[in-house]
């Protein structure tokens, strides 16, 4: 442990205090993890008379001058009398090797985003315009209680979804031209901070503030959805009492009415299947961001990859229909017509629908898709991601069950899609001219 | 080639690649989510002349609960109004239907907004031309039924459809429904009876479904002598079964079919 009186130490913040100097005065001690920590009271105009405690990454020293980091990666520097001894610095400079000190450096990244990320503005607008989406939902009446039911759980999983979608996409796309604006990306790669790094600490800190968002709106909904369930359960008990009363059940048909309808209210009720839901979507955003990541490495401006981005997303919804076209074999024009004709004139097994058919008349089958149009769906399928998979939350809202195994499987696929999509990002972002 | 480049294309060989991958383990999760009945089915190509371009876009990328949400509420408005359109109300509800045909609550609303409200309001309200507010009343009746079919058609293991459409039939307004349809009626009841959401416990519906079954049998003349031990087996099988109309069918069929006396089970 190295004590060092900080007294007459003049410390210089990068470009985030612009020209504020700081004078600090204080006790500065190398912490056992070799950062160094500092308790300063900073003279300079913006803080005056506050007291904050920095941990700092040293990355360059000579006998007199310390330069260091910090967290908030502030550039700072500090020609210090007396210098710390050849020991301390040793410790504070020692190299930090594996996964810990790797991860700590993304997290510290990570959290720096995540900061910046929640004082935009951008943040407060979209989050916000969701919750009046959000509480759209919750205003409109409809004719039946489950309809109202599947209306709240409609507009809180769409709220989740635009404001993740929207979020992620555009953060990301705004902030790496806005550190190569302000040149905090310069500054951060002058530490001993790989572009990797960066980028994943990027990544991660927009996840983390999506993640967030969506417990806080996942929170919210489940509040409302179990209010309305409790009023719509209160006002079919109220009806089912009036027929009791006016006659027209009796008490053991009431009381099984009433058991009936809870059971079928509850379907459309809160359930543990919406949350998992909710993850669903997390997914969803979390590899829509890795491929706006992606593109904003090669983007010249922000716009661009928002709009391309939100291309893709859209594309990748069709990508299914892509991939089976790719997939399946290829028939011949007279395959295609038998393929057409044989499920002709078979009933459906079970009970009839007796409706009229329509007479049934030779159909002509369409045209064998041309190699070019296969090619095309051959380099959609290869080149995007398939979003329709996430999409469970239809099924989910209207009362089916989600298994958790489900998820398990959806999270194996965004594994891969990450590593695809984030690992494109570290290759065009490792050589590019910043 | 410099450096930059090489990175380039290793991403690009990267995606590429990938593909042998992701391809399969795609086409896995999407059939296995099919087989559970998790993914939305595949748009209809006709719903699109019915929506906006908008609209469509945001279907396509996964809001399609959210905009039939929205088409539902559309709907509900056309209903507020004074006198309703019930024409507006059914295209809404269609484009409903067609975005989202495994929700069974969007069939429903739709074949009870022309079924039973339309035809209703035409029977009641005369909102036709004079003289036609018979035709108005067929016409949306028929409507109804029609949707509640290919609901049916959508959702063949969901109990309310079979019931619903069972319902319209045997409707007891004459103006609405001038020739019940109990043969018909029957065989949906007993389908309903048997769906498995019916019989969940407390499988309240499959036995009140399985008595509605038997109550049209029992108005069927030809078919008395087939009711009539079915639904004296119910009858006898516990209190919660001893119920007004119940009581009457068993009576008239005990007539009509000249049950002697003692073997009447009300005789007792």
Redo the contacts between chains.
Sequence with gaps: MFNFDGDGVVLRFGEDHGDSWVTGAGKSCWSSRGAMMTTLSVNAPRDAGRERTEEFWVHYQSRNRLEFSTGNCYHASMSASPSPSASAFAAATRQRTGMVAWGRRIWVLAMHTFTQLVRMKVFHFLFALSLVLFAAGFIFSSVSPDAELKMVKDAAFGTMLIFGVLFGVVSVALLLPKDMEDRTLYTILTKPVRRYEYLLGKYLGVLLVVFVSLLVLDVLASIVLQLKFNWAYQDKVETIQSMLDSGRVSVTAAEQMKVDEFAQLSQQGLRLDLHLAAVAIFLKIAVITAVALAISTIAGSTIFTMLATLCIYVIGHLQAGARESLLAPQLTHEQVHERINAGRGVKPKGWRIPMALPEAKPLTPPEPPSVLLRLASGAIAVIFPDFQVYDVVEAVVAGKDLKASAIGKMLGLSAVYLAIYLGAAVFLFAEKEL | M???R???L???L???V??L???P???A??S??RQ?????E?LDTSVREKMTQQTF?AS???????I??AY??DA?GY?LQDPPRWDMIDKQYAICCQL?P??W?YWD?HTWMLAVNAANYYATEGGAVRGAEGLMQQFYRDQGL?VC?RG??HN?EKYRG?RQAADILVNPNPSVNPHPDFA?AA?LYL?ASKCADAQ???A??SRMLYRAHLYCLARLPHRMAEAYPKLRALFESGP?ED?PTTRTLLRKMEETLRIPLPERCLFK
């Design positions: 410099s450096k930059h090489r990175y380039q290793a991403a690009l990267l995606v590429l990938s593909a991958v992701r391809l383990l795609e086409s999760l999407t296995d989510f559970q009945e998790l993914l939305p595949k876009a396509a990328g996964g809001m399609r609960s959210l039939a949400s539902e509420l509900f209903f989202q495994r929700v609550q609303m029609s079919y049916i058609q063949p079979y018909e065989e389908q969940r416990p407390p309240y519906p919660q119920l």
